[in-house]
Structure formats: C-alpha cells, structure tokens
C-alpha cells in the first residue's frame, strides 16, 4: 500500500547493487510513494549491470560515483540537480565495505592501509557525499539525509571487525554534519541501525547464519526485512519527520532493549 507520502520529493541513492540490497528494496519504495530518483554506485559494481533492472523498474538515471572521490561526487549531484532541474529532498547512504574482512583479517591483525580504505567508503564518505551537497547547495529546506548502520557500533560482536568502528564514526560524522546542516538549513541527518539482513555485504559476516538467526531469537518482533529497513527510511524522508535529526534510530524489531528473551533461555536450557 502506498500513501503518496513523497510526492514532489527528489532524491538520491547510493549502494543498490543487487535486489536483496536495502537501496534497492529502498528505491522501489520511494517510487512508490511518488518520489523521483537518481541511483548511484561504484563503477565497478554498475559493471554487473544489476542496477539497470532497478533503474527500468523506478524510471530513474544511473550516475556512478565512488564514494571515495570528490570529483565523482560534485558530477553525480551537478547532473542530479540538472535532472530533476532543481535541488534534492533526501539521500538514502547505503554503503558499506571492510577490506580487512574481505581479505580474511581478525580484528586483532587488520592492515592499517586497508582500514583507511575501509573507513572512507564506510564512514567518511557520509561526510563527503554531506559536503558535496554543502558546497553545490544542492539540498532543499528542510531535506533528509539516511545513513544505514549497524549495532556493533555501540556493543562487540567479534566477527563485526573493523566495521564496528566504521559505523561509530558513520554515527558520529551523523551527529556533527547534522549540527552543522541543521543549523544552516533545517537539514536531518539521521543513522538507521538495522537488523541482520541477507544482502552482499550482511553475509560478508563470518558466521552470518549463526549471528543472524540468534538475532531473530533476541528480538521480541523478530528480525526486521530489507523491505521493512525500506519502508522506516520512506518516513525519514517525508514530511512527517521534520523534527528528527542528529539520532541513531534502531530498526531491529527491539533487540537493542532486549537483555534475553524466552527463545533464548530455551535454547540454553535445551
Ligand atoms: N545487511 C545487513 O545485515 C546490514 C545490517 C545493518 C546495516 N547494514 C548496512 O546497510 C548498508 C547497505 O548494505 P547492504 O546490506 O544492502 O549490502 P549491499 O552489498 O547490497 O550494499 C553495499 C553497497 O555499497 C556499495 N559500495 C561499496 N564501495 C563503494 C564505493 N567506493 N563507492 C560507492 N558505493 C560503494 C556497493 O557497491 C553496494 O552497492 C551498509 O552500510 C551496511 O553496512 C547492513
């Protein structure tokens, strides 16, 4: 069901490279609630050709960028604003990548220039893509700003790696710029920490089945979906949020709160 709750809205996402990722499951939202859109990925993964499916299904362009670099970011918000021929309501940043757990590193042994790597894509890419949009003046009054995390910024889950600390400065860079956007434009800024979901860079994790089915016991509603990630960053991005900003807001179906549930007393006790 829809409600036309972005109607008029223009927006940009990054990260959906596949249709189990939370941008992807995100994009088909916003379509629906009536917002235009302009997709956005790394040009290595646009090379997959996946997007395009998305792109058909939302009628918007696709306009790669790397995160990490400044003059890819300036063209995706320079052709953005000409595309929708004016400035942006809301970004969906949907990005995550650990070199260090790509290459099979513990926590206690990462490669520092991997982890510089890891925390630009991850984290202070949040501050780039914010600044870009600063310098260009490129969102509306009053815009809305996403970021997706994890957790494991504020408690250890050992197989989380250096991701755990790519998400604490993801947040904080989330408090900071949204001070300053805040001030300057009425602009949110706001982290949604969501459940383990089974999308390309979740089952990345080592163990993802155990992690993600221990979750599932710790929530007294269960993991949240992709497509419910989707639909709590539709209200983010409307109107009905105006208030909400500088916040790490958990989506995770109440397992922040939880000190144990029944399911996992059973479990122990079996
Ligand atoms: N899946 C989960 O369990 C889970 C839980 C909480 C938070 N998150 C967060 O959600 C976000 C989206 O991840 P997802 O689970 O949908 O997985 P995903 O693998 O589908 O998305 C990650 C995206 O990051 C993009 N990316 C990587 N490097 C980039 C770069 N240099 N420039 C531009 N884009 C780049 C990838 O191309 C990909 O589209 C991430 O921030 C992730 O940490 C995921």
Redesign the pocket.
């Known amino acids: 069901m829809s409600y036309n709750l972005l109607k008029g809205k223009k927006g940009i996402i990054?990260?959906?490279?596949?249709e189990?990722?939370?941008?992807w499951r995100t994009a088909l939202k916003c379509h629906a609630e009536g917002a235009q859109l302009v997709l956005s990925?790394?040009p290595v993964?646009l090379r997959m050709g996946e997007i395009n499916k998305l792109a058909e299904a939302v009628q918007a362009p696709v306009i790669g960028?790397?995160?990490?670099n400044m003059d890819d970011l300036k063209k995706l918000f320079e052709e953005s604003m000409k595309h929708f021929g004016g400035g942006i309501d809301f970004v969906l940043h949907?990005?995550?990548?650990s070199l260090n757990m790509r290459k099979g590193k513990s926590y206690t042994e990462i490669d520092y220039e991997w982890n510089k790597k890891t925390l630009d894509?991850?984290a202070m890419s949040l501050h780039r893509v914010l600044r870009t949009a600063w310098d260009l003046d490129a969102l509306n009054e009053g815009a809305s700003v996403v970021a997706?995390?994890?957790i494991a910024a504020q408690r250890v889950f050992p197989d989380y790696n250096e991701m755990a600390d790519a998400k604490a400065l993801l947040e904080s860079v989330t408090r900071s710029f949204g001070y300053y956007y805040g001030m300057k434009k009425k602009v949110r800024v706001n982290t949604v920490s969501?459940s383990?979901?089974r999308?390309?860079?979740?089952s990345g994790v080592k163990g993802f089945d155990g992690f993600i089915t221990y979750a599932e016991k710790m929530s007294p509603l269960g993991n949240a979906t992709g497509d419910q990630c989707a639909d709590y960053c539709v209200t983010l991005f409307s109107d009905l949020t105006r208030m909400v900003t500088m916040q790490n807001l958990f989506h995770d179906g109440g397992f922040s709160f939880s000190g144990v549930t029944q399911g996992v007393i059973d479990q122990m006790e079996k």
Do not use: C, E, R, W
Not at 20 to 23: E, G, L, P, V
Not at 65 to 68: E, G, N
Not at 94 to 97: D, F, L, Q, Y
Not at 199 to 202: I, L
């Open positions: 990054f990260g959906a490279l596949d189990k990722s939370i941008a990925n790394a993964a960028a790397d995160v990490t949907s990005i995550g990548m894509i991850s997706l995390t994890y969501q383990p979901t999308t390309t860079a979740g």
